[in-house]
């Protein structure tokens, strides 16, 4: 018995010897600050401008995206033998593709209808598809069934200042 008694306390003591912590001492690093530079102005984003032009018909778009996706802009159809309309893009960036509501006025009267446009190699590319009306607003019956004909590719212009 006295030996169990004495394996017991050697392997005890064994253990706590092993579960000691060991202390490191770090050495302080010395932080200097930099001197203050002087302010940098950082030009804003500001909008990005597409429009597509065919035969005196003329489609352009400009916007922001913000951190979260949200898009911000407006949008103006002028169709050759059409009435001008143009109004305010609201919607979001999925992926490549811009989702929003554009709120546009024309013959007097306002209207909302959801537009897309597909993002691909630095143009937008206007989707088509089914569409319904609800409550007051035309919106794309299925978007997974989209499609974006090239023949609609708004190019990257400079930006008009107003």
């Given amino acids: 018995m006295k030996k169990v008694l004495t ?5 005890s003591l064994s253990v706590f010897a092993s579960c000691k912590k060991e ?4 050495e302080p690093v010395q932080i200097t600050p930099s001197p203050p530079k002087e302010a940098e ?11 597509w032009r065919l035969n005196g018909s003329i489609i352009e778009m400009s916007f922001n995206v913000n951190s979260h996706q949200e898009v911000n802009g407006k949008l103006s159809y ?3 033998g059409k ?17 929003a509501d554009y709120t546009f006025n024309s013959e007097g009267v306002s209207s909302v209808r959801e537009v897309a446009f597909l993002q691909k190699d630095g143009t937008f590319i206007e989707g088509y598809g089914d ?13 997974s069934k989209l499609k974006f004909d090239a023949k609609n590719t708004l190019v990257k212009v400079d930006c008009k200042v107003e």
């Fill in 78 to 80: 002028n169709l050759v």
């Fill in 131 to 143: 569409v319904v009306t609800a409550n007051d607003k035309v919106s794309f019956k299925d978007k």
């Fill in 7 to 11: 394996l017991i306390a050697v392997l």
């Fill in 23 to 26: 202390t490191t001492t770090i």
């Fill in 83 to 99: 009435d001008k309309n143009e109004g305010t893009l609201i919607g979001n960036m999925k992926g490549d593709t811009l989702i």
């Fill in 41 to 51: 102005l950082v030009e804003p984003a500001g909008d990005q401008c597409y429009a």
